[in-house]
């Protein structure tokens, strides 16, 4: 059956089934799982992909895994072919390079048939609380390689027409910290999709494959019809935008990140040519979630009523240079591409877009995970513990609302920990934690804030290691809104009175990113997240909001005068009284002032992006370029355009994706097993 012949009650009752499932996937996840990066965060996705490796619905766990959930399957179809999936398997993948994101997000595959046929995927990407490599649960701030950072899984068979092969998940949990914890993680990961082969079988039994197979094209033209009007709405033309990652790890040199974005009609073309050389350290971001980020930020211009599918994409096209920043080559790490860079991208697009995209764009977010991870043991427990916080903080304000206050960035949708949690199961002891007052960039609507939060060491010999962002260059604001607060990561040793940056005490590069660095019984930890950037002029907001803000403690007093000319007084009962006569004269001073704020940030990313790494790309690099054009021209000398059943998902030659992210050991052991070389 076509989608142009499905009955619209059966295709919406079908449609509304399969954002269930994966919903159903979720909660299974919940109550099945280990390790509180599940349980408690949340850090996991779940979807239904189709045959043709198009996302058809998803769960809204984990957004930066899910348009590159899709880029993993269709390589594992052109990795193995259709011919080589059969009912019962169930793959396992996470390479970057390999359609992944980080490392630690490990996407189980399961291939589901209907009538003997293939008729979906059911897949859950998530993030494992460890990985193996340099660093603690993770977060290796200084890698130079990603075989630094961990485990790399190509994909994989953990079972074989439903027989487990339990030497892969032998051989996996070997390479991990805490074994027992992420077995049962896995098996969670099992059961999840488990649950979407029972309920999408079920479907098919009900109204029939063909029915199922045509609800899931109509649900993608109907995205794709929907998202084509948004884009449509903007005025044609090309808009540029730059942001910077502010240091990669080992060393404090910036990177930039350059977007191009022009819209004809009702497509809209992302560009990302002129952005830096791939670096050094882990801030690189896979081809895959370069594409989730960017699909992020036009999805932003939509509402909730658009379902996430691949038929969003359609109008979307991405480009990202090979060897840079955001498509590098391996073995270049990619640990923060997922947590950081992808935020960037996602301001770098709207940033791009904001003059002429009206009230639906808002100001930079906080901008970063602000991942702070480690371990060691807990003699009182008795047991080696890990431990990964992934913060919250505040949102941009845009036209017609104030930014949200202490929720998780534009790439995420997790939980916090909750202090009971982190007390009860860790040898952390919670000092503080508070609204971060002031973070928000002042504005006619103000950017959201962000929390403090202090923790103090409970264990001896800890490890420690982090990856973020935001420290030295904050989010901006928008249409003269004031940027927000940076980020912070303090350290105050045991007996010691006084904070001091990372790279105060532990002669380290960047003050969020770093490595396998040792902190002691009773020393502190101090993690202040920023706030978003504000929207329109802070002298416009009105005195009454102003004076809310302060009674909430989101905008002290002095900044309160400062920032937005409200003259206030705060009664000992909390409540505020506004001096109308000295607010209109303060006003009209500020008025007739440089605004410090803005020009402050000017200057300093002008000063920023005067630092960034460009430049050819390094020798290394240069020399696998030339190893993957040599083998797809070999590739297409010996293969051509194959047996005339070639095509985007058996053959990468005349794949438009894997012609721009495929590294040349996958392009050689693909042309080897097809006899097009030796395997040597």
Known sequence: MSARNLDPVTGTVVANAFGSICEEMGHTMLRTSNSSVFVEGRDFSCAIVDP??????????????????????????????EDGLQPGDVWLVNDPYR?????????????????????????????HIDIGGMAVAGFSGTARSIFQEGLRIPPVRWYVAGQENPDVIDMITLNMRFPRDQIGDFRAQFASTHTAETRLLKLADKYGAGVVRACMDEVKDHS?????????ELPDGTYEFDEVIEDDGP????????????????????D??????????????????????????????????????????RPVHVSAPRGSLLNPVPPAPCFGGVTEVTIRIIDAVLGALAPVAGDRIGAASYGTCINFSGGGHDAARGEDFGFYFFLEGGWGACAWRDGWNCTPNPTSNFNDYPVEWVETTLPLRYEELRLNSDSGGAGHTRGGVGTVRQVTLLADDVEINGL????????????????????????????????????????????????GLMAQRGDSFRIASGGGGGCGDPLSRTLEDVAVDVEEGLVGIEAAAELYGAVLEQNPDGRVVIDRSASEAKRAELANAPREPLERYR??????????????????????????????????????????????????????KALVSWDSEALRRWLARRGAMDEG
Not at 226 to 232: G, K, P
Not at 274 to 282: K, L, M
Not at 294 to 313: H, K, S, T
Request: aromatic share 6%; hydrophobic share 40%.
């Open 52 to 81: 043709e490796a198009e996302l058809v619905a998803s769960a809204n766990f984990d957004p930066s895994h899910l348009s590159a959930m899709a880029l993993t399957v269709e390589y594992l179809m052109l990795h193995v072919g």
């Open 99 to 127: 359609g992944g994101g980080h490392l630690p997000d490990i996407a189980l595959i399961r291939p589901l048939f209907a009538d003997g046929d293939l008729l979906a995927f059911a897949v859950n990407r998530a993030h």
């Open 224 to 232: 794709e019809a929907l998202m084509r009007n948004i884009i449509a």
């Open 251 to 270: 060393s404090d040199t910036p990177y930039r990140i350059h977007v191009s974005v022009s819209v004809t009609g009702d497509e809209v073309a992302i």
């Open 272 to 313: 990302f040519a002129g952005t830096s050389p791939q670096a050094e350290g882990p801030i690189n971001s896979s081809y895959g979630n370069t594409l989730s980020s960017a699909f992020n930020a036009v999805l932003q211009l939509a509402g909730p009523e658009i379902a996430f599918n691949n038929g969003c994409f």
């Open 468 to 515: 973020g962002e935001r420290a030295k260059v904050p989010p901006y604001g928008i249409d003269g809104g004031y940027p927000g607060a940076a980020n912070q990561l303090l350290i105050r040793r045991a007996g010691a009175e006084g904070w001091q940056t990372i790279p105060e005490n532990f002669a380290a590069a960047s003050p969020t990113k770093f490595h």
């Open 603 to 656: 200057v300093l990313m002008a000063e920023t992006l005067e630092r960034t790494a460009s430049g050819e790309p390094a020798p290394a690099v240069a020399a696998e370029l030339r190893r993957i054009e040599s083998l797809i021209e070999r590739g297409r000398a010996t293969l051509g355009q194959g047996d005339g059943s070639a095509g985007r998902l058996n053959h990468p030659l005349l794949n438009e």
